[in-house]
């Protein structure tokens, strides 16, 4: 077999051979594709860097029609991601997006630096397609917020947004929208309205999270909504819609839902203590919101005495959401057992700087050992039995503690009412036995006492200036008054009754030592009359005659009125 010198190619060899010039191929490919995505980068760099300027001047113009102030645009960055440009190039710019980031926003009322900015932003990212820039109005189909702060300022400080616009400045933008946003989603956004007096801190709410859907130009705003209350402090969580906001006076602006509030903590207050969870719907707009709700609190208590009693109200209410005063029309709550209705108003009156507490509360059908385990120290109430009360209460504003403040000026009675303490039953008893001329009769026991009479208590102090007093046998007409804190009592006045005075004696030989005395003590139809007075405290009262002269007992009833008018 010869050999020429020149050996075929084998199979390795093509194989090497194709490897080498798919090499090749995919180097070329690699350096097009790279050349491509260079190219892309770069229309894109250039499309985003065309379209800054034109979409900083929107968004400034679309801020400043929307809340009708100035507008600081702290930095703004827009992009397009590299694979779009291809895109706007086969679809005449659909499909192309454009997102914008944003930070350092802040818009002022029409220039004022004297109060707060009204909106500060710290950050804004949205994406929008290249084909809706141009069109009127834009679509934003998402936009996420970071480090939302609106402050409102106290409503008489408030801008004249109904004013003509200043000198060289154009009018707020027509109600045609230029921007129509489907959603927005604010994280930690933060809610502050300025009180009147500058040195007080503002009231603030904090929402965890808030999203808001837009369901087309004019139309309200769908919100659902996660917040902290400021006082008392409490998660509310709420739904419902909003707008359309009225750029003149967001006061007007339309708000419509429905809340649940849980945890709420009233040991916030000076006065009060305990937690809250309510629920409800609304509707109206933010300067007068209609509410219909519900509450509950288990706990709900005094600080000074500590004895919690169940409350549940049911009420209809006005609000005013831009400075929280409200309306009461009515209020029909339970305390206890006993039920009542309430109707007045928390509000800021005229030149005042605080708000004044002013209901009129009536109770038809209550318990008076509600009300005295609510307002009275102790493991039980002095007094059980029915009530009705018809009274009204007042906090004016001013310094000191609300209780320091408080004021109830009113008229009550009780019927069949006993003592819960047994040494203040049985001198009841005592009484009653003697008074009907039975001072022996041991069954007679347990003796029910109606009261009825008019009240004031102001300062920590109750008076009474009319009080009678009625139990089988005796009628009783005082007037006094029992200190809260001490409690101190100092009653004194007339007791009637229907047996005469030796009929009130238990051994036999008193009966007729005191029998030519009785025409002494009878006047105006009564077995007798007697002046007594019921002093010490409300645990061990002391019972007996009234021994000051008149003239001191006026000289102190005098002082009493004096002190709490």
């Not at 000026?409 to 009653?432: C, M």
Request: positive net charge; hydrophobic residues 40%.
């Amino acid at each position: 077999m010869g050999y020429n010198g020149r050996q075929s190619d084998g199979p390795g060899e093509a194989s090497v051979k194709k490897k080498r010039s798919l090499r090749k191929k995919l180097l070329w490919a690699g350096v097009a594709a790279a050349a491509l995505f260079g190219a892309l980068a770069g229309v894109a760099w250039h499309l985003s860097k065309r379209f800054e300027p034109f979409v900083r001047d929107q968004l400034v113009e679309y801020l400043r029609a929307r809340f009708d102030g100035d507008v600081e645009l702290g930095s703004l960055d827009v992009s397009m991601p590299i694979r779009d440009p291809l895109a706007a190039l086969l679809r005449k710019g659909k499909g192309a997006r454009v997102r914008v980031k944003a930070g350092h926003i802040l818009l002022r009322h029409r220039g004022r630096t004297d109060i707060p900015p009204l909106l500060v932003i710290r950050q804004l990212d949205f994406q929008m397609d290249l084909s809706t820039l141009l069109e009127k109005p834009a679509r934003v189909q998402h936009v996420k917020l970071e480090g939302f702060e609106l402050t409102i300022p106290p409503k008489g400080e408030r801008p004249d947004f109904g004013g003509a616009p200043a000198a060289g400045r154009p009018p707020a933008a027509a109600s045609e929208p230029t921007v129509i946003i489907d959603a927005v989603d604010l994280d930690g956004m933060k809610l502050a309205i300025l009180p009147r007096d500058r040195a007080k801190a503002p009231l603030e709410f904090e929402m965890a999270t808030l999203r808001l859907e837009s369901a087309g130009p004019g139309v309200p705003m769908r919100y659902e909504t996660v917040m902290t209350n400021a006082r008392p402090p409490g998660l509310i969580q709420c739904k419902g819609t909003f707008g359309p906001y009225v750029s003149g006076e967001p006061g007007e602006s339309p708000l419509t839902g429905s809340y649940v509030f849980t945890d709420a903590d009233l040991g916030v207050f000076q006065a009060i203590a305990g937690k809250l969870s309510s629920k409800g719907e609304f509707k109206g707009k933010l300067n007068e919101i209609i509410v219909d709700g519900e509450t509950h609190t288990p706990d709900f208590q005094l600080k000074a005495v500590k004895n919690p009693v169940p409350l549940r109200t049911k009420f209809h209410a006005i609000v005013d959401g831009t400075n929280g005063n409200t309306m009461l029309q009515p209020v029909e709550a339970t305390l206890g057992a006993s039920r009542m209705t309430c109707r007045g108003a928390v509000a800021r009156n005229k030149d005042e700087t605080k708000k004044t507490i002013d209901f009129r509360v009536v109770v038809n059908r209550g318990r008076v050992e509600d009300f005295l385990r609510l307002a009275v120290k102790g493991p039980k109430p002095p007094l059980e039995g029915g009530t009705k009360m018809n009274f009204r209460m007042r906090v004016p504003p001013g310094p000191g503690k609300v209780a320091s403040r408080l004021v109830l000026d009113g008229t009550f009675s009780l019927d069949a009412a006993t003592f819960t303490s047994d040494t203040v039953q049985e001198k009841i008893d005592d009484l009653s036995r003697r008074a009907q001329g039975r001072p022996a009769a041991e069954e007679i026991q347990r003796v029910p006492s109606d009261f009825a009479g008019a009240f004031r208590m102001k300062g920590g102090q109750l008076d009474l200036s009319r009080l009678v007093f009625a139990i089988p046998g005796a009628d009783v007409a005082l007037r006094g008054g029992y200190h809260i804190e001490s409690e101190e009592l100092d009653f004194r006045g007339v007791v009637k009754t229907k047996a005469r005075l030796s009929q009130m004696a238990k051994s036999r030989w008193k009966r007729i030592v005191l029998k030519p005395v009785d025409p002494f003590f009878a006047k105006g139809g009564a077995g007798a009359v007697f002046r007594i007075a019921i002093t010490g405290t409300r645990s061990e009262p002391h019972f007996g005659l009234d021994k000051s002269k008149p003239e001191e007992q006026k000289a102190t009833n005098a002082a009493r009125r004096s002190n709490t008018r």
